[in-house]
């Protein structure tokens, strides 16, 4: 009986490694234009040719939605098949999703080139440090965005409105979004060849965890 058991434990353990992996490979070849850019053009060359570059990451809002859908179910224990739940987590708003991202996009290029333009035209040390801000924020809420839109009907403009508040209101769940990352990020220095298969489910999956609380409450007071 104890056998049985064990195997049992291990036979879970496998599916869901395998269901990270996919999740992950899906991510992966969902973002494309973004390795072919870092392939053929470099990262040494993403401040000088950034339009191409936010361009390349547009296809980042929906995957990012579909990893955040499918860890979402893992936390919950209510995934299922792999592939099934990264489909229905990318096409599902896909429309609005582009849109979400595409607006953060354009506001990350709009407070990068204006924090350029008055650090080095104008000198002006407060509009400098003022976009600079603007910068880290429209780049800190991007977990907070497609958790939000993965989980929840909302409208862009209420997406929005929700993400800041959390961003502003909740620094913890902000600063743990980010050790996530950085982490990750850590952990790919160490072993760049093991971490890239599971990078991007990993850090869902973190995202998601830590997070399970505050989307509790959300659900609680919008009830």
Same mark, same amino acid.
């Given at each position: 009986m104890s056998e049985l058991f064990? !195997?049992?434990r291990v036979m879970g353990f496998c599916e869901k490694v395998c269901y990270f992996l996919v999740v992950n490979l899906l991510f992966i070849i969902?973002?494309?234009?973004?390795?072919?850019?870092?392939l053929f053009v470099g990262a040494g060359q993403i401040r000088e040719c950034l339009p191409l570059f936010l361009l390349c990451l547009l296809p980042m809002a929906p995957a990012l939605s579909a990893v955040m859908y499918a860890m979402n179910r893992v936390v919950w224990g209510t995934e299922g098949k792999a592939f099934s739940d990264y489909r229905k987590g990318y096409f599902s708003g896909f429309r609005q999703k582009m849109e979400l991202g595409a607006g953060q996009l354009f506001v990350i290029? !709009?407070?990068?080139?204006?924090?350029e333009f008055f650090s080095v035209q104008t000198g002006s040390l407060f509009l400098t440090v003022l976009f600079a801000v603007l910068f880290a924020a429209a780049v800190f809420i991007t977990p907070i965005l497609y958790m939000l839109v993965s989980r929840y009907e909302m409208n862009n403009i209420q997406t929005v409105k929700?993400?800041?508040t959390l961003l502003i209101t909740k620094p913890v769940f902000t600063l743990g979004n980010v050790a996530a990352l950085l982490l990750i990020l850590g952990a790919f220095e160490i072993s760049a060849g093991t971490t890239v298969l599971f990078m991007g489910s990993i850090y869902g999956f973190l995202v998601m965890f830590m997070n399970r609380r505050l989307l509790q409450e959300l659900e609680n007071n919008g009830n």
């Open positions: 064990c !195997v049992e969902s973002n494309i234009p973004v390795l072919l850019f870092l290029f !709009v407070c990068w080139t204006n924090m929700a993400a800041l």
